[in-house]
């Protein structure tokens, strides 16, 4: 049979100070996978990426708010609707980052599969290469 593994990492940041989850991401850059950091405190997420930028993250928390902060690194963009979504996609390919990642999670998980179609048929049936990047939910 084929062997499974852990292939990333998910590290949320929720709050409870920096230094905790620097320490956490640390741990992470030890395992050697993969790392999502979601984390949408902007010095939070600068203190973790230092810890790991050799590892080459995705930094899953840029919106509309912060992404400006937050461009330079391969980007998990999330919105309250996709329309603002679609909105961020073009401020940032207009700022020259095209390493990105749609979130596209919504309230319940009907929400989250709807959005994830979408967003797909968007990108194929309509040719919208905006919608074309990977999602994460």
Known sequence: G???FVEFLFCSYIGNGVDKYVELVKKA?????????ECWDVEAAKAALEVCKDTKPIL???TL???EAMNGVTLGLYAENLSDLYDLVKKLEEAGN?????DVTGKTAK???ANAVIVRRTALKDGDRSFGYPSIS
């Open 2 to 4: 084929e062997r499974m």
């Open 29 to 37: 850059v030890a395992a050697d996978r993969a790392i999502i950091l």
């Open 60 to 62: 899953d928390g840029a």
């Open 65 to 67: 708010e912060n992404w």
């Open 98 to 102: 095209k390493n990105l990642v749609l």
């Open 111 to 113: 929400e989250t599969l």
